[in-house]
């Protein structure tokens, strides 16, 4: 009997034109909580590999972190 959790995926795709980014997720990942285990444990182990360390990461966050989170129709959200 095999007690390995099935594989999931993501796709991300850009589309620059209308400056969005799409995100599609397997059908059978549709718990948010591991999505978002999953895009935050990629973007990290990503930083790494490109040699950034913790402080660089942290100002990178709070660079771009208010981009995502405004109210207003700046916000990427909005534009996703």
């Known amino acids: 009997m095999n007690d390995q959790p099935e594989n999931k995926s993501i796709q991300i ?3 620059y034109a209308n400056q969005s980014v799409d995100i599609k997720f397997s059908e059978n990942l ?3 909580r591991e999505r978002g285990y999953i ?3 990629s973007f990290f182990s990503y930083c790494a590999a490109q040699g950034l360390d913790k402080q660089e990461v942290i100002e990178m966050v709070n660079t771009n ?3 995502f989170t ?3 129709e700046s ?3 909005k534009r996703l």
């Open 13 to 15: 795709n850009t589309d």
């Open 30 to 32: 549709t718990d948010n």
């Open 39 to 41: 895009l935050a444990a």
């Open 65 to 67: 972190y208010d981009q």
């Open 70 to 72: 405004k109210g207003d």
């Open 75 to 77: 916000s990427l959200f």
